[in-house]
């Protein structure tokens, strides 16, 4: 098994991990600024907020850190050892 | 009601043809007994199609007309999507050789079936109990204590909404005197809750899974072996909800029901180790979804609703197919134990990664095209914290489903573990999800074509640039935020450990309380007959006192002492007369 440890596969590789960080930071920005160009704009928005351009580019990222910065504190309430039931019953 | 009228009207039923087929099916060896079954499958869609839109199997019940089989569109929209379903199912786990699951593998999906065409409420009580009792086998398939306990607690749950179904059916019936399925609505004409409707719409909502009443998914799903699960996975939660949008399409208390069911399981699969149970948790947040559409009840948000349960059996179902064959080939779904597959299992991490960009909604997948709709409905009915919590739920699916099934099984840490791709049969089932998801995505008109409201998606088009640019905003920079997360090392790492959720009252406290009642009751019935026993025995002691052979009436009286007491008799009669 060993030897086989040492392949990286294609994923692990530094040049591929850099080349799909840099399409996805370069397709993040597209996205963001497309947004700011009036033919990919909503003509009625619902909300005062969607007028900002970049709304949904900004609320995605905050919500994602939201959920994973905080809701991973909710180990602290519900997390019990792997047999926790087992023991019970 | 004579019996051809009745085996005429069970002749015709998609749902009894595929409830043949598990029964005979059963009786075939292995190999060719999923075979077989796929052909009734194949009947049975031919049958729904021959039939067309319309009602059939009318019957009578104790004077009372019953229609077992109701072809409208929402019911075929839902027919369809499960017939797809079960046949993907069979062919997924086409070795198998457990003849049992193998019955339940149909005969389940063939309850549902039945449920979602019945066009009366007793029909559809009778294939909701068929439904909870012919699962559950799936549960218990792999044996053990904890897996029997846990399908005694699925059962136990699902029978309870059942009951509850029954006791409402007969509430509308004395209200309406009708057992026809439609609109039944929480609230009467002055807007007073009725009871009726709270009743079905709880029955409704255990199936369903509504918050804190969800735990029962999470409980008993994982329980079932790699294929179990992803059949179980698509057919009691989405026959409630086609039950809901048929009964309370426009109930605005379903909003909120919605919300919370989209957010909270978001944080409970972000801490979750085992896959299959990020995938429960899935299962709540998507039905979430359509609830809310269900309750906003535009015809669009209904399209919505009902257009996004059929995409989602199809993804969801995907992933589990994806989470299960790493199951089959290395024999857990701990996030911790997993990892690096993709070297050894390229088209299983190719399919499930299309599953996960359709769950995420991304454009060009299947989730996008109908998942608009839901969100336009919060924003065309200007609720804006509603729809802020939809983009957030949004985000959260992309966190748990889109990101960390496919990269915690696939990619992540090298786990070291390389198994032989997935089975022939396993990547078949998993190609057709995978190109319907991308074909549905693609190509949504077939879809659009099958909703019950088809004015109201004619001028929906979900490739509007704006629509377009606003989920590739939100998409793309949660994925970037998660990258951020992974590079300064902030992502937390999967931990092996048991969460506890709303199932903690009833296995621990609710256990305890139960063994304590069980004792108190026995000790109570104790003291009672013993208490009982005592005096029961003084009693027969004091009479065998005084009759036993020994007692005092047992004894022989001398001939003098009855002569002395006629004497007596004799003479208190003389002086009776003498007086009188």
Not at chain 2, 291 to 299: R, S
Not at chain 2, 351 to 363: K, W
Not at chain 2, 388 to 417: M, N, Q, R
Request: glycine share 8%; aromatic share 14%; net charge neutral.
């Amino acid at each position: 098994m060993s030897d086989q440890h040492s392949n990286d596969g294609w994923a692990d590789k530094k040049g591929f991990r850099n080349a799909f960080l840099a399409i996805l930071v370069l397709a993040a920005l597209a996205a963001a600024i497309a947004g700011f160009i009036p033919s990919f704009r909503k003509e009625h928005p619902h909300f005062e907020i969607e007028k900002f351009g970049a709304f949904f580019a900004l609320y995605g990222f905050a919500a994602f850190m939201f959920i994973v910065l905080v809701g991973q504190h909710l180990r602290r309430l519900v997390a019990r050892k792997e047999t926790y039931y087992e023991e019970r019953e | 009601m004579d019996a051809n009228s009745l085996l005429s009207a069970l002749a015709i039923n998609p749902a009894i043809i595929l409830m043949i087929g598990a029964a005979l099916g059963v009786f075939l060896p292995n190999g060719l007994r999923r075979l077989f079954m796929l052909v009734f499958v194949g009947v049975s869609a031919f049958e729904l199609n021959r039939l067309g839109l319309g009602n059939y199997g009318h019957l009578e019940i104790f004077g009372n007309p019953v229609t077992m089989l109701r072809i409208d569109p929402l019911a075929r929209l839902f027919a369809i999507v499960f017939h797809i379903a079960a046949a993907l199912n069979l062919v997924y786990n086409f070795r198998s050789k457990d003849r049992l699951q193998d019955f339940a593998t149909l005969a389940y999906p063939a309850s549902a079936l039945g449920g979602v065409l019945a066009g009366d409420l007793v029909t559809l009580f009778v294939w909701w109990e068929i439904a909870a009792i012919t699962s559950v086998f799936l549960v218990w398939a792999p044996g053990g204590r904890s897996t029997y306990l846990a399908g005694m607690r699925y059962l136990t749950i699902q029978i309870l909404s059942g009951v509850l179904l029954l006791a409402g059916v007969v509430m509308v019936f004395r209200e309406t005197g009708s057992l026809a399925f439609g609109e039944i609505g929480l609230r009467d004409a002055d807007g007073a809750i009725k009871f009726s409707g709270l009743v079905i719409l709880l029955a409704f909502g255990i199936k369903s899974a509504f918050p804190l009443l969800h735990n029962w998914v999470q409980d008993s799903y994982p329980k079932a072996d790699f294929a179990g699960t992803i059949v179980l996975s698509v057919f009691t939660t989405k026959l409630a909800v086609a039950s809901i949008a048929r009964a309370f399409p426009g109930t605005p208390e379903l909003v909120p029901i919605g919300i919370v069911m989209t957010i909270f399981p978001i944080f409970f699969a972000l801490i979750e180790n085992d896959l299959k149970k990020v995938l429960c948790y899935s299962i709540n947040n998507q039905v979430g979804f359509m609830i809310v559409g269900i309750g906003f009840g535009t015809a669009a948000s209904m399209n919505g609703a009902v257009g996004y349960a059929f995409t989602n059996i199809i993804f969801e179902s995907l992933l589990f197919m994806g989470v299960g064959a790493a199951i089959y080939r290395t024999g857990t779904s701990k996030a911790t134990e997993l990892g690096g597959l993709y070297r050894t299992m390229p088209f299983t991490m190719v399919f499930t990664t299309i599953g996960a960009l359709s769950i995420s909604a991304f454009p060009g997948f299947a989730g996008f095209v109908t998942k608009g709709l839901i969100v336009d409905a919060a924003g065309g009915a200007h609720a804006f914290w509603i729809w802020l919590a939809l983009l957030f739920a949004s985000a959260g699916v992309l966190e748990h489903a889109g990101i960390k099934i496919p990269y915690f099984t696939f990619f992540a840490h090298d786990s070291g573990k390389r198994p032989k791709e997935a089975p022939p049969e396993m990547l078949l089932a998993m190609g057709i999800s995978a190109f319907l998801c991308i074909a549905i995505g693609v190509y949504p008109e077939p879809l659009f074509a099958l909703l019950p409201y088809p004015a109201a998606i004619a001028d929906y088009h979900p490739y509007e640039a704006a629509h377009v640019v606003e989920q590739l905003q939100l998409l793309l920079w949660a994925v970037l935020a998660f990258a951020v997360l992974i590079i300064i090392k902030w992502y937390p790492a999967e931990i092996a450990s048991t969460n506890l959720d709303t199932d903690w009252f009833y296995r621990v406290p609710g256990r305890n309380l139960a063994t304590w009642i069980a004792g108190a009751t026995r000790g109570v019935w104790n003291y009672a007959w013993s208490i009982v026993d005592q005096r029961f025995t003084a009693a027969m002691d004091r009479i065998y006192a005084v009759h036993g052979p020994e007692g005092a009436m047992a004894r022989s009286w001398p001939t003098g002492f009855m002569a002395l007491a006629v004497a007596i008799i004799l003479g208190l009669v003389l002086i009776v007369v003498f007086t009188a």
